[in-house]
């Protein structure tokens, strides 16, 4: 059902952040999509509202056992002004695979992605301009009930708010130094690795605080039950360009399936460059570096490509591509961040355009 | 660092349930706890104020990344009207416990208990009197800053609420039919299974409803890596008695140390009872039903003794006991109720009188 989304306007508008301050995920725009479900009447009262703090109550279920899933994608604006979004269908499909597994009530995946849109047009001057930027785009559902049996529960609160970012990296890419953990696990099959809830991130921390400690920017994690496959790196997933073919690890249930991943994966067959997704050990990975064929980068929404320059494992370290951007990440990622932007043709309608919704 | 605590009264006090339609976890005290932190001045400004809701903005961190931990305990009126609580100084320890896997500041645990204990006397009348009926104390922290990259929150509330709560089995213990679940687990080596986290519980719904919708009270979780040895159940630990020794699954690093748990160790070896700490697999579980000498039953907070009368794996499915109460549950059961409620003598100095507290 269709339902019509009610418009509050805000008295006043926030002062625009400079976009050389921009960073991640530390403003918010003016108006913020909301929408409230009850076990008794479903999903209803979608509205935009101003950006404002939330009233809940202490027993909220969230905090206590933690039904909480979220989504991330961008808007950006091209040099003609048009605003597009980059494969939007993809996140509201794993926006509702996340609610399945949380226990969580599905939400009606077209409708969410026409109130973003149209929450997008209402902030569109909240797209910045510059190389590298992008209006990041948070949905996220968490369960608001107060009661504290442990059960799913029988209310929650869908949000999306906007917070425009700066590049990630400054003016290129830049090879990140990465740490292979062996003592923390992120996930395990069986588990919620697959899906993006708080409680993956929460897991993630503590290794990823003694990887920064140690002067590395992030981990790659390796699977929970043989400590011996790759998994993936930091909160994006990981592709390695071994002889001439790269090969990801194949989704096996405590993997997130980025979309950018996917992204990744019909680029390189469309070139027909050879990739594979498969159960691939870190032996395998540090035995390539000696036969010297080895290229690696992360590749997830925040960043889109990210090169990885050196791995650390167990005491033996790597120098990958002599610290330097491989000529693949450096390809994939002028491709798809031209894509997003409108610089380059889009072969594979993987961009929607965000055009005047009547509100 | 001692702080002062401030108390903020209400005007007007709520109309207290009734003792018969109490539950678990609808009903909160006219009180709760507070305190904040902020990480340029740690935790500060502790106070009791009026339940009432919280404010937060839509990006704070634990909707997003979901560092929240919690803990559980209960304060018992005795009676001659004591009030005591039961082993707190170990919830107060795993609080830091899970406060340091969830990259979450340290809290002072004997600052806490005294707030918890002037929190309580403050709301004494809210102890409910009647055979099995309890206060539960809920503590919990959770990240309040509005951040969206992913890192440990450099801001965090800490709160304490109160819910009157009923007997858990009606008139006397009541075996229940668990479920041994082989597709989902709870948690793995390396992750979060050992502290109160919320995620823990947010990824331990959907085979808990997969169990009730087959008519199961409970699901028994077997471990991450080979799927073969005994976790815990539900959200308690497990103890089989077999052939007259009483074996538990050793802590592992996936397991929760129980209060309940230890508290059961304790009292057998007290009483002279063989009682291990092992890897046992569901298997050795089921050979043992085979030869005819098992009993079996949780411990936890909220149950306390929680005696299993089923047990179904894989298609198999044994009665134990006759579905009766084991004599070891029931007399585990009745000697920690009776120690909590002041009872039974108390040889172990488990109890915490909660008295008079200068405001």
Not at 65 to 81: H, M, V
Not at 83 to 99: A, G, T, V, W, Y
Not at 220 to 231: I, M
Request: net charge negative; aromatic share 12%.
């Amino acid at each position: 059902m269709q339902q019509e989304i009610t418009f509050f306007q805000r008295d006043v508008l926030k002062e625009k952040p400079d976009t050389a301050s921009l960073g991640f995920g530390k403003y918010y725009s003016d108006y913020m999509f909301v929408m409230d479900y009850h076990v008794e009447n479903g999903w209803h009262d979608p509205r935009i509202i101003p950006y404002a703090p939330l009233t809940l109550d202490p027993a909220a279920m969230v905090f206590h056992y933690g039904q909480a899933i979220f989504e991330g994608l961008k808007a950006y604006k091209s040099a003609d002004g048009t605003i597009q979004l980059f494969r939007p269908e993809k996140n509201m499909k794993r926006l509702n695979d996340s609610c399945d597994r949380l226990c969580i009530p599905q939400i009606d995946e077209s409708f969410l992605l026409s109130a973003i849109k149209q929450l997008i047009f209402t902030e569109k001057d909240w797209i910045p301009d510059g190389e590298g930027t992008s209006l990041y785009i948070r949905p996220f559902i968490f369960s608001t009930e107060p009661y504290l049996g442990v059960r799913p529960a029988n209310q929650y609160k869908l949000l999306v708010i906007l917070s425009p970012s700066g590049a990630y990296y400054g003016d290129q890419l830049s090879p990140v130094k990465i740490y292979v953990e062996e003592q923390y696990v992120r996930a395990v099959i069986g588990g919620v690795g697959h899906v993006k809830t708080s409680g993956n991130y929460a897991a993630s921390m503590k290794a990823q605080e003694k990887a920064e400690a140690n002067g590395f920017a992030q981990i790659l994690w390796l699977d929970a039950k043989e400590n011996k496959y790759v998994e993936e790196v930091g909160s994006m997933n990981i592709f390695f360009k071994i002889n001439g073919e790269v090969v990801t690890p194949k989704l096996n249930g405590s993997i997130l399936p980025g979309v950018t991943r996917d992204s990744v994966i019909e680029l390189l067959k469309y070139w027909n460059i050879p990739v594979h997704e498969a159960k691939i050990s870190i032996e395998e990975i540090f035995a390539a570096h000696e036969r010297g064929e080895l290229e690696v980068f992360g590749a997830g929404t925040a960043a889109v490509i990210s090169p990885v320059g050196e791995l650390n494992w167990n005491e033996r370290s790597i120098t990958i591509n002599d610290n330097k951007i491989g000529q693949l990440s450096q390809r994939i990622y002028e491709e798809i961040t031209g894509i997003q932007i409108g610089k380059k043709a889009d072969p594979f309608n993987w961009t929607v355009k965000v055009a005047p919704v009547e509100v």
